[in-house]
């Protein structure tokens, strides 16, 4: 066996139909990426038959105190939190404590009285009951009618910063986020358009009320120790704090890569708000764990977390008619091509690669974080990535040259 501290590779790329040396012109790719300034530092991992076939690293996890990327660092996954969010979900819908057809108010009861965006500004806006209730359904998918503070296109998004919510600065527990959002008018009637958003979050307060425990232990009990994932959660100890990746951003004015000192919380306490859209934090070797479920239909060394069909249900399209998240049915996502993806239960699900103009497989399913974090599973090649950064915000095709290095690599 190969290894390295934190991540041990199990097979010689070849043996899995991994070429080495075009395995290497990714390798290339990624430390030019660093070179040129676009990254501190990244980790890509790949697996394919269930071993761990390629483990690379270059850079810095702390430029300023000289700390590079190792194995064991540990990174904000933003966004890749929705998926374990989802999976607890489903936990819970095989339980029976849960049905994708059950209303969001059944669990948070300011859901009832929803309300519609139709027209007007901030100042002057016109609302309307919503015709549609709002569904656990709708949360999975997007297709809620919530959005996101950070947006800044349509009078709602505003009306979230109002309330008090931006990167960084949400104060107040899930609970009385929730109550906030739902005071909110929404974007569109629950279920006629896809729109990225806080539903995840929501999510989260639906699991916690479902399950009567709090959503960090929920993942704890029934996802995250199961599964080994030993260095997922919420905060950090203050011991670990140095394996942390920090956190940087564009400049605004010169694009250079800068400490992102303001979008940042305090992460060696327990946060105020358990977001499951977006709070957690984990290494490249525990999130190739659950992604290994995933691929493995639910199982994992002997402990199965969701039921075959489950997953497969999961990783479907669910929007409606087929549709993908690109207009007209999806709102664009912060120029991010969607292109030939459609959304399944907590992921996107490639639907028809030509028009995504990528070498992927029919049925990969992903998702990505908002620092540059990526992942995604192929059941056809028995293929899962994960990829690690920490740059916020960061505008540009990365994500799409990056399978295009990854699947160019096949044999």
Same mark, same amino acid.
């Given at each position: 066996m190969l290894t390295a501290t934190g991540l041990s590779t199990e097979v010689e790329p070849r043996a899995v139909g991994l070429d080495p040396d075009r395995l290497a012109r990714l390798d290339r790719f990624l430390d030019a990426y660093v070179a040129a300034g676009k990254q501190k530092g990244s980790l890509i991992a790949i697996t394919r038959n269930g071993k761990l076939a390629h483990v690379s690293m270059r850079g810095y996890r702390d430029q300023a105190n000289g700390l590079p990327v190792e194995p064991d660092t540990i990174w904000r996954i933003y966004s890749m939190t929705k998926p374990i969010t989802s999976v607890a979900a489903m936990i819970l819908l095989e339980e029976g404590k849960l049905s994708l057809f059950d209303p969001v108010a059944k669990y948070i009861p300011a859901f009832e009285h929803a309300r519609v965006y139709r027209s007007g500004s901030v100042a002057t806006m016109i609302s309307a009951p919503a015709a549609n209730s709002m569904l656990v359904w709708h949360l999975l998918t997007h297709t809620s009618g919530l959005t996101y503070d950070f947006y800044f296109n349509h009078p709602v998004d505003e009306m979230y910063r109002k309330a008090g919510f931006g990167?960084?600065?949400?104060?107040?527990?899930?609970?009385?986020?929730?109550?906030?959002?739902?005071?909110?008018?929404?974007?569109?009637?629950? $279920?006629?358009?896809?729109?990225?958003? *806080?539903?995840?979050? *929501?999510?989260?307060?639906?699991?916690?009320?479902?399950?009567?425990?709090?959503?960090?232990?929920?993942?704890?009990? !029934?996802?995250?120790?199961?599964?080994?994932?030993?260095?997922?959660?919420?905060?950090?100890?203050?011991?670990?704090? @140095?394996?942390?990746?920090?956190?940087?951003?564009?400049?605004? @004015?010169? $694009?250079?890569?800068?400490?992102?000192?303001? #979008?940042?919380?305090?992460?060696?306490?327990?946060?105020?708000?358990?977001?499951?859209?977006?709070?957690? =934090?984990?290494?490249?070797?525990?999130?190739?764990?659950?992604? @290994?479920? /995933?691929?493995?239909?639910?199982?994992?060394?002997? *402990?199965?977390? /969701?039921?075959?069909?489950?997953?497969?249900?999961?990783?479907?399209?669910?929007?409606?008619?087929?549709?993908?998240?690109?207009?007209?049915?999806?709102?664009?996502? =912060?120029?991010?091509?969607?292109?030939? !993806?459609?959304?399944?239960?907590?992921?996107?699900?490639?639907?028809?690669?030509? #028009?995504?103009?990528?070498?992927?497989?029919?049925?990969?399913?992903?998702?990505?974080?908002?620092?540059?974090?990526?992942?995604? +599973?192929?059941?056809?090649?028995?293929?899962? *990535? +994960?990829?690690?950064? @920490?740059?916020?915000?960061a505008r540009d095709d990365f994500g799409y040259t990056l399978r295009q290095l990854v699947y160019q690599a096949l044999e």
């Open positions: 990167v960084g600065s949400a104060e107040c527990s899930l609970a009385e986020a929730c109550d906030r959002w739902a005071a909110i008018p929404l974007l569109f009637e629950p $279920g006629t358009e896809w729109n990225y958003s *806080v539903s995840t979050d *929501v999510l989260g307060r639906v699991i916690e009320v479902a399950s009567r425990q709090s959503l960090d232990e929920f993942f704890s009990t !029934r996802i995250l120790e199961p599964l080994g994932m030993r260095d997922t959660g919420f905060f950090v100890s203050q011991a670990d704090d @140095q394996r942390l990746a920090r956190l940087y951003m564009p400049d605004a @004015q010169s $694009g250079a890569l800068i400490p992102a000192t303001n #979008a940042d919380r305090p992460r060696t306490e327990r946060p105020a708000m358990l977001a499951g859209g977006a709070g957690l =934090m984990s290494t490249a070797g525990d999130y190739l764990r659950f992604t @290994q479920m /995933l691929l493995r239909r639910g199982e994992l060394d002997g *402990v199965r977390v /969701l039921a075959p069909h489950t997953v497969d249900l999961m990783a479907t399209n669910h929007l409606p008619g087929g549709a993908l998240m690109t207009p007209p049915f999806g709102r664009p996502l =912060m120029g991010i091509g969607n292109e030939g !993806r459609g959304f399944g239960l907590g992921f996107s699900v490639l639907v028809d690669p030509a #028009a995504a103009k990528s070498i992927s497989s029919r049925g990969e399913f992903a998702w990505a974080g908002a620092a540059g974090t990526v992942f995604w +599973v192929d059941p056809a090649e028995q293929l899962t *990535v +994960v990829f690690c950064t @920490q740059v916020l915000f």
